[in-house]
Each structure stands twice: as structure tokens, then as C-alpha cells.
């Protein structure tokens, strides 16, 4: 596959020659070079490949290679009899995926690695955005290999246009340029206009005369040829850059091989003990594309008898988090592109610009929520927590008119909780491993523990934390996921009824018997992410939920009596869907698996689709005219110089719109069906307030197969797991140390690393609770073949 295969080899130095148009003269080009790179070196071997090919066998462009070359070893992957664009020619053989082609080069250019020091060519068809079998761009489909390029300008009338353009179509796309060139024309003199434009860029440009008019006679023309070749493989100028491609190929790699050592003495690395770090443990990311880094290999850089240099390495934690559509996705980098030459940066006081306005207006259709009204962006999850925080500290003071110190105002929200590591998202959580050690830190607030989701040997369990059995009652088993989301039949159960119970005690204890003063209700719906993948029981969060909205005689007087059902009551509810929302546990919104509608809502992460940072804090009218008044100071006075960035907004459309359209289309209805029976029907009856979302029935489903969660979890190493959306996270059994100071989700990378399979994943663990994060792009192929190598590991 060609996940596993290398594209950058120490003895291989291998280029792809693009056309800035058809017939431009890439196979002429490409020739001369096959024979200059075999006239520089005898010893060395020189391959030619051309992927695809359309028309006569006997005008095969490897035929041609093979015709003016002795001893180049030429190849065609897949040709096409009809002389016409490989995406019509391929209709009349069955499906051509860009996969086979892409693997079919790899497994080529790894064959030509393992013979001995030597050049490959690998030429493409037509221009640069000629269409694959497919129908894509092959300047999309060959993206992976990211080989350098040789881009053969166009002579023509209009040359220099379709040069540039074609330059820019394959910057854009993350390709390094590493030569230029042309046929030198009298008449239109484009070559040098190119090379100034080139060279300006520090592009090497080679420029060399055109071939002879084909000549009537097959024999003569075959002469000539032969002559003109033989002379141009003995161009000064050719001469020239084949020494500087070398030189470049050699550098390449040299930069590589010291990127860990410099970053090891420069670098500061978030969320690192760097106790533990050294130069062996850096993965230098050389590109990455789809759900895989092309990185490499410590043991492989510093064995210089080694070939191959990168390895593809599956992104497990998704960066962070924050990759929903592939790494290097060809869309958003031009949306990111349209974007910044459109716009650049504009401020944001008091402005307004399309994509901006286009967001606001796509989140607040898509979340579907009622309560929702207004916008405010800023940059990243922690920061639009902290403008959350400060929404709602502000409405719930507008309201009580609290007569107590700032700083005894605190917030309600769940144990382990995480939001993030400016100071008052910090505040928001409580004491942990993140904070202890920070000064400012002081924990505002009171934090409930609450039961759990997981699957334990093959049964899905809501377990109540240790100790308070009594509490929540004991350990419950359920059919199917499906049937732990369903809110409704669950709500009047003994569960449901303890919940409310015990809430409704905590805050009348809270706040009438120890005088403590809260200003609002902060959650992470469904999954505490950096808690170690927390799976809170959606009934618990959604009875927290109401019962603090039905608590205003609690919290403070109040003289609330409006008309609209979506007024904050009791206090704001924050639900933090930086990490759940936007379809990373398959839904649009998370907060409709709890269906309840929080009055401020933050999201972040795939709402770029991985590519820039950006964060939008939705609130509710109320919760905004609690900051109109007449003096400036009344304002929410937050922003930063880049809010709204236009790039990101127009970034975060696009990636919203194909997140969109992936669902309407259908294209995880092979997960949903994988997961059909984990969806429990919704109830006919039930006497769950009004205010509870309708949205039950939705499919509960993961991206990762529900017979390996089930597998998985009977593994003696296995305390449990669960899997939901994109979301895998296996809890190990660890009897000596818990929470972060276990070492058992790094044990368990430890033997995947060390495991004898060419299939290599990055990942990070959570103390002992190891996960993996598909994105929403990832194939079933992928996913299954981490599944397996997971089950051999732990079984």
C-alpha cells in the first residue's frame, strides 16, 4: 500500500516531470535528461516511468525513451489505447482508482531503490491539472509522493500565463520546484521572461533549443533525433543542474538528518517533560498527507546504509485533535490561498467581510440550536473558553447582583475537566496535573463526579465512580450504546431519578449551607478529552443540565419573566465543543447526544479542518444583552489582533461545506451500518422536560468497527474501551499507578513501535489510557489494519 512505502531514498534520487501544458515537449525533455543523467554516471542506473498513458502503443512515450536510449529502463503502468484525456479513455476498462496509480509508482520507485545507486523519472500526462482515470487532478493524485519537480514550460503564444499558472497550481499543493525547463523560442522569447521569474525564486532554469521538425521519412527522423539528443545530453546548461538537482537531493537529506539534534537544542515543546526527550525521540515531519506524516525514521537516519529515509506515519492523535479532512487537502489550501490574496489580514472592529459573516450564519443554521443568536470569534479553544467564561460570569452578576468579592465567584462543572491553559479557562478546571504547579492557578469552583460510559468485556456499562455506588447506584449494562444515548426511556428510571437527586442536594448544600456563589454551569459534552477520554453518561450531563436550569431560587433572586423559552435560567450553561463538536463523534454538534441546548457554545479544532487555528464562541440574546449599557466598560472588552481572521473564516466554510456534504452524501453509511443495532429506537413516551432536544434516534456509530471495540475489550491488558465518532480510546489495566502517573498507555506504544510490521503510527497517551483519532476522512482499509496490528499487540 502506499502508506508503507518510502518516497525519498538515499541512492535514489527521483524527480516527476510536469508539463506546464499538453504537448510541451515533456517526453523530449525527459529524454535528454535519461541520457544525461546515464552520460554523467555510466554506473549509475536511470528508470523512466510514465504512470498513465493514453494512445497507440507504437506512440507510447516509454517506447520512445526506449527507442532513443540503450540503456535506460523504461515503463509504463497503465496505458490506454484511445488517444484522448485518461479520464475518458479509462471508461472503457473497469475503475481506475488514483490509490492503484499511486501504489503502482511507489512499489515501482521502491523496486528501483533496492537496485543499486540511480535516477528515476517519473512523467506525467498533459498539464499539470490533466484529469487522472479517475477524474481528479493528477497534481492531487501524485501529491503524497511530493517528489521534486521538473516543470517543462510552455514555448507557445500564451506560454508564459501557463507556466506561472501551473507553478502556482503545484506550490500551492506543498510541491518543491527544483528545476525549469524550457525550449528557447525566437518568436514569443518566453524563456526568458521564465527564467528571470524563475531564478528570481532561486529556481535553477535550464533553457535549450528546440527539436528539429519531425522529418517525413520514420528513418531519417530517427536520425535526427538520435543527433539532436546525443547533443543536448551534452548541453553545458543540462550538465549544470543535473550537479545541482544532486546537490539539492544530498542537501535534502542532510537537513533531515540534523532537523531532531537542532530542534533538540532549541526547542521548547509543549505538554513535554523534556526529561524524557532527545534527539531520538523527535519524528522529523518532512510532509504529511491524508491521515499519514511522510517522517523519519531515528534508526533509519542514522544507518546511512539504509535506502530508504521516510517512512508513512499515521497521524493518531490526529494533530491534536484538529485534522478532520487530510492532511495538505487540496481544498482548503486553496480556500486558505483565495483567502489571504483576497484579503490578507482586515481588522475586525466595527468591519465586516463575506467569510466572516458566512460562518456566523453557517453555525448558527447547522447547530440548530434556538437558543443561539450572536457570534464572537477568536483563535483557539482556550481563548474562546476564557470569552465564554466571561459571557457568563457577567449575565449570572447582571442578573443576582451579587454582593461578594470577584474572586469568590466560582463555576460548576465535572471532575477532570479541562479548557484549556489561559488563566481563566484554567480556573474553570480543577486541581490537576496541568495546574498544580502554576502560581495564578486558584480553581474556581465546585466539579461533580460522575458515572462513566465503556465497554468491558464485550458489554456496554455505565459505571458509577468507586465509592459512590450508593450514590448512583450500581453498575448497569445496556443492549447497545444506542440504548445508553437514549435519553428519553432513560430519564424517569431509578438512574435517573438519583441523579437529580443528588444534584439538586450538591447545590442547595453549595450554596445555602456553605455560602458559595456560582456564575455558571461549564461542560465538555459526552467526551472530557484531555482527561484521558472521560466518556460522561449523557444522562447524568443532561440531568445536570436541568436541574441547575431549574434552580434560580438556588443561585440568587431572581426577576426573570420572560416570554421566551430560551432565556438563561438558574445560570449559563457553556458546553466546550472545541474537542467533541463538529462531527468528530459523528454528529454536527455534540450537544445533541445530550439534547439539551447550552446558552454558549464554543468550537474550535475541525472547524479549520485541521489547516489554521480559529475559535467561535456562539451566545444566546440574553446572554448578550447582559453587555449592552451605556458605558464602554460595560462592553465584552476582548479581542486580539487577529480576530476573524479572513483566512481561517473562509478556511472554516470550506471545510464546514465538505463536512456538510460528507454527511448528506452518505459517506460513513458503511460505519453506520457497521454500528445499526447500536442505535436504540427512540421511545414513544417519556417525561423528560419539553425543553430536551427531539434529535433521538440519530445514529450512535464509529469510524472504528464495532466487532474490534467488542474484541478488544475481553484483552486481559484491557480495563475497557469505547469508540464513538472518530474517537478510539482503550483504558489499560494498571495496578500500580492511575491517571497520568501510569506509564501503560506508553508501554503499549512501546510495543507497537517495536512491533514487525511495516505499518508505523505516531500517537500519544493519557497516563494509562492509550487513544487513537481517525479522521473524518480516513478509509476503512487504514483504520482496519491499525484494528489488527492492535488486536495482535494486545492479545
Known sequence: MARTASSLWRTLKAYQIYGANTDVGKTVMSTILCKAFERSDPAQNVWYLKPVSTGPL???????????????????????????????????????????????????????????PGVALVETAGGVHSPTPSGSSQADLYRPLRLP??????????????????????????????AVLQFQDDHYQNYSYLRSYFEKKGIPTVSIPQPPKRELNEEEDIEVMTEYYDKMAKNEGIGELLSEL????????????????????????????????????????????????????????????ELALLSPTFDGSASWWTQGLGHGNPELSLAAAYAAGRYGHVMFAGTIHEPALTLAEKLLKNLKNPRLGKVFYSDNGSTGMEVATKMALTASLERYKWDVPKSDVGILGLKGSYHGDTIGAMDCSEPSTYNEKVHWYQGRGY??????????????????????????????????????????????????????????????????????????????????????MLFADPLFQHCLVQVVRQSSHIFGPSDVNSADINTWTGLPVIFDEVFTGLYRLGRFSSASFLQVHPDISVHAKLLTGGLVPLCTTLASDSIYDAFIGSEKRDALLHGHSYTAHAVGCHVANTSLNTLLEMDRSGQWQVYKEDWADAAAAPSSSSSAPSTASSETGLEVWSSWSKSFIQQISKSRDVESVFALGSVLAINLHDNERAGYNSSAAAGLQKKLLEAPTELKFHSRGLGNVFYLMASQTSTRETLQSIERLLLDVLS
Open 447 to 532: 466539579w461533580f463526579d460522575f458515572p462513566q460510559v465503556k465497554m468491558k468485556d464485550g458489554s456496554w456499562v455505565v459505571e458509577p465512580p468507586a465509592g459512590m455506588e450508593d450514590i448512583f447506584g450500581e453498575t448497569h449494562v445496556y443492549p447497545s450504546l444506542g440504548d445508553v444515548f437514549d435519553i428519553k426511556s432513560r430519564y424517569d428510571s431509578v438512574a435517573g431519578q438519583k441523579y437529580r437527586k443528588y444534584i439538586e442536594e450538591t447545590l442547595h448544600r453549595l450554596v445555602k449551607k456553605e455560602g458559595k456563589t456560582f456564575g455558571g454551569l461549564i461542560m465538555e459534552p459526552v467526551i472530557l478529552g484531555a482527561a484521558g
Open 149 to 178: 519537480i521538473c516543470l517543462v514550460t510552455d514555448h507557445r503564444l500564451g506560454g508564459i500565463s501557463a507556466s506561472i499558472s501551473a507553478f502556482e497550481s503545484l506550490h500551492v499543493r506543498g510541491y518543491d520546484l527544483d
Open 58 to 116: 507504437s506512440e507510447a512515450d516509454d517506447r520512445h525513451i526506449s527507442r532513443f536510449t540503450s540503456q535506460i529502463k523504461s515503463h509504463c503502468l497503465f496505458q490506454f489505447d484511445e488517444p484522448v484525456s485518461p479520464h475518458i479513455a479509462a471508461r472503457t476498462r473497469p475503475p481506475l482508482s488514483d490509490s492503484e496509480i499511486l501504489d503502482g509508482v511507489l512499489k515501482h520507485l521502491t523496486e528501483c531503490s533496492q537496485a543499486g
Open 246 to 305: 544532486s546537490k539539492r537531493h544530498q542537501t535534502r537529506i542532510q537537513r533531515l538528518e540534523e532537523m531532531a539534534s537542532r530542534a533538540y537544542s532549541q526547542i521548547w515543546y509543549p505538554f513535554t517533560q523534556h526529561r524524557d526527550v532527545s534527539e531520538d525521540t523527535i519524528l522529523t515531519i518532512d510532509s504529511a498527507s491524508g491521515d499519514f506524516f511522510q517522517a523519519t525514521d531515528s534508526t533509519v537516519t542514522k544507518d546511512k546504509n
